[in-house]
């Protein structure tokens, strides 16, 4: 799927975690083919962490930040509508605004990249595949490869004063990056 299908799109009810966040499961058209990105740095965990739970973040495309701003415009207005069904928050409709964060991130160099959460471990470990298709083990360097992310948008996280979309890679498609002569 090319871009997401807000049209189909659902939001839930903000429900408490264990942590004590707020989380709105996000129904519907939620898979997202952006096509081949690369990823800007190589995904890890805080020092003295053991989490198998990362983020990565891609480098956008145009059409990529296109996708990506449209499902986000949806979102917005959405919490927007009823912000203490969805996030657990009396906030006015400009307090809503202020206080997303978008998942994606503009650069003071001019790039744009996508943050994504993926798991490296476990039953929901983010799935590899080659070129023809085959499954095949995690890169050890994500930034020397080129990948065709398939993502799923989930929800909607909520903590103190900030919120924001969760995009979680499920899929990647890896290409052996080709070295390209310098000179």
Request: charged share 20%; proline share 5%; with cysteine.
């Amino acid at each position: 799927m090319p871009a997401f299908e807000t049209s189909s799109l659902t939001l839930g009810d903000a429900i408490v975690t264990r942590s004590g966040s707020r989380n709105s499961a996000l129904s519907g058209s939620t898979t997202w083919s952006p096509g081949d990105l690369k990823v800007q740095w190589q995904p890890k965990v805080f020092p003295g962490s053991d989490s198998t739970r990362v983020s990565i973040s891609f480098q956008s495309t145009e059409a990529a930040a296109t996708d990506l701003a449209n499902l986000e415009s949806w979102v917005l207005h959405t919490v927007a509508s009823d912000p203490r069904r969805f996030i657990g928050q009396s906030w006015s409709s400009p307090q809503v605004k202020d206080r997303f964060v978008s998942c994606l991130k503009e650069s003071d160099r001019g790039f744009a990249t996508i943050r994504c959460k993926m798991n490296t471990e476990g039953k929901n470990q983010v799935r590899c595949w080659d070129e023809s298709k085959a499954l095949r083990e995690m890169p050890e360097d994500w930034t020397s490869v080129s990948v065709r992310p398939q993502i799923i948008a989930k929800g909607v996280w909520s903590q103190s004063s900030q919120w924001g979309l969760v995009l979680e890679l499920v899929d990647a498609q890896i290409s052996e990056a080709k070295p390209e002569c310098p000179f």
